[in-house]
């Protein structure tokens, strides 16, 4: 047998090996995931103030200083984690993050269920093709279009039009914020002052379920019609409806926090 033809079959091996592996780690991820739903029907509630421990961030409602990103800094189209770096949670500078540190820092500073927080990051380095175990990403390298970045953001404009995804789209983010119909939530606090362009929005209020279905089908329209490349598949119409939920389920859905989130310090 050629040299050629054994190196072909063993890469044909690890392949398929690797694919195996692949999915049985998902499949437990999946179960796992599961099983906690299920934990959490009846799982006791964490009194307020308690859940974060002495020493981390965000202890008591403290978190380190937040510093924009200058120049030669590393964003992309994730708030979450551009947020992270601009308070220092993971690197200031957004570049070398470790994949599995990067699931301990979502874990620690959003309180996100534990298989969420191992499933994203592993499916940022197989995007990559890296490894999730001793590989590493700038943020900027998340932007790989119809990776975790996809089409008809509620937050901001096509890469087709737009490139660049780390910065937020000021008209989108006031469209997000303008459909909300829901009451205040207590405590209203605004973490941040509305520029002027902004100061016309109501940010006493909240998203409601319905505000977030009917804008996300909205966008999904134009984008299906303006976008002559468009393209959401239905894994990435199951992401960008998980993110959604993640609004519902956090102070998020109050219009103020999601304003400072989302608009302005956090891009």
Known sequence: MSVARQSA?????????????????????LLWDMGLSVYNLFAPTVDLGKLVPPGHPGF???????????????????????????????????????FRDLTAAIRHTYNFAPTFC???????????DRSYVSGTLDLEDVDVHNGIEHDASLTREDA??????????????????????????????MPVKPSEADAKLNLNRSLTLADLARLTSKRRAESRKHNPQFSLSTFHKMFGSSKCALF??????QTAHAYGFAALRHS
């Open 9 to 29: 079959l063993k890469r044909l091996a690890f392949d398929l090996v690797s694919t195996l592996v692949d999915g049985v780690v998902v499949t437990g991820i």
């Open 60 to 98: 008591r409602g403290k978190w380190p200083e937040f510093v924009p990103p200058g120049e030669g800094d590393s964003r992309c189209s994730c708030p979450a984690l551009n947020a992270m770096a601009n308070h220092g949670i993971i690197p200031r500078d957004g570049r070398n993050i470790r």
């Open 118 to 128: 191992i499933f994203v990051p592993r499916y940022m380095a197989q995007i990559l």
């Open 160 to 189: 087709f039009f737009l490139p660049s995804q780390s910065q937020p789209s000021p008209s989108r983010v006031q469209e997000l914020l303008a459909c909300a119909s829901g009451p205040a939530l207590p405590p209203s606090v």
């Open 248 to 253: 519902l389920h956090s102070s998020l859905c």
